[in-house]
């Protein structure tokens, strides 16, 4: 057991970032946190297994969820065979059989976690979609006339949301590249003691809960980048609610159900009206910011894509 806790303390060490680790002649071993063939970390494997089985027996896992086939609770559909942590960044997890590693470590807990705050957004998207359907005119006065409540309601919403999922919340430095990149444009914004301390700690938030979802939710992650790479900056410099409604457009042409169109659709109504809310300035400086070749599909991100239906991947 001493062995196993040493092991496990010099990992979480690597895992966040520590220099002393990186730098260290334990970096090199520590490349591979969980691997069958990985003599050394063999301690640790039965406790990797032993969870996994265990978990196997108290829930179903999610039936879209990588790893394991539809309604099957036996068996993964991808078995892993090893995790890494490559020194710049990020955690691949590899597959049996499989041609390229994924980005990320499917944590089923956070994932459902996630799901969870995904259908309480899409839920007040979706009711937002349905009053400009049925009355453009009346609900966009009804926005502008009670946009301060608006407001209290949606912070409200992110804040409790926030608060579930905090604790879900990685080290950045082993977040995917993608939700590496939107930290790091983030964290570019006025935090600290400048402006308004409210409005900070919104930002934080808002932050914590888009990595969150970009690193644990690789559907909606895709499904950004294949539409946000798109982005061009010479039109989003003219007009950058013109453009960004154009993307949310391409989501909308791009999907297959129903429920997502709606969301692209969504989005382009809110990117078209932004220009009314005080955010719209931290909404131009993230996109402004953003460094489009950062978050460009890889060959690997393509393949892992495509086993996902309902979208058409271009």
């Known amino acids: 057991m001493g062995d196993d806790r ?5 990992i979480r060490n690597y895992a966040s970032g520590n220099k002393d680790y990186i730098d260290g002649n334990w970096s ?3 490349e591979y946190i969980y691997s069958p063939m990985n003599e050394k970390n063999e301690g640790l494997n039965k406790m990797v297994n032993s969870i996994q089985e265990i978990m196997m027996y108290l829930r179903p896992p999610k039936s879209n969820n990588l790893l394991y086939g539809k309604g099957s609770k036996e068996e993964p559909k991808f078995e892993i065979d090893q995790v890494k942590l490559p020194k710049e960044g990020g955690v691949l997890t590899y597959y049996k059989g499989v041609p390229h590693p994924a980005e990320g470590f499917p944590i089923i807990d956070t994932v459902y976690r996630i799901d969870d705050a995904k259908r ?3 839920g007040m998207m979706s009711g937002f979609r349905e009053m400009f359907s049925h009355n453009k005119f009346k609900t966009i006065l009804f926005f502008l006339v009670f946009r301060k409540q608006c407001n209290q309601l949606a912070i409200g919403l992110i804040k409790s949301i926030w608060r579930q999922l905090k604790i879900h919340q990685i080290y950045p430095i082993r977040m995917c590249r993608v939700a590496r990149e939107a930290w790091r444009v983030f964290d570019t914004f006025d935090y600290g ?4 301390p409210n409005r900070n700690a919104n930002i934080i938030m808002i932050r914590d809960l888009v990595t969150l979802i970009l690193e644990f939710d690789d559907a909606y ?10 982005l061009d900056h010479t039109a989003f410099e003219k007009n950058p609610y013109r453009e960004l409604s154009r993307l949310a457009q391409l989501g909308e042409s791009r999907e297959a159900t129903h429920r997502i169109k709606g969301l692209w659709r969504v989005a382009g109504i809110g990117f078209r009206f932004m220009r009314f809310h005080p955010a719209r300035k931290y909404i131009i400086k993230f996109f402004d910011r953003l460094d489009i070749q950062k978050i460009k599909m890889t060959e690997a991100d393509t393949y892992y894509a495509r086993l996902k239906p309902n979208y058409k991947w271009e």
Do not use: A, P, T
């Not at 040493?6 to 010099?10: D, V």
């Not at 003691?193 to 308004?196: I, L, S, T, V």
């Open 6 to 10: 040493k092991i496990y303390e010099q």
């Open 28 to 30: 090199c071993s520590c």
């Open 120 to 122: 309480y957004i899409g």
């Open 193 to 196: 003691n400048q402006g308004d």
């Open 221 to 230: 992650r895709f499904r950004l980048q294949n539409v946000f790479c798109e």
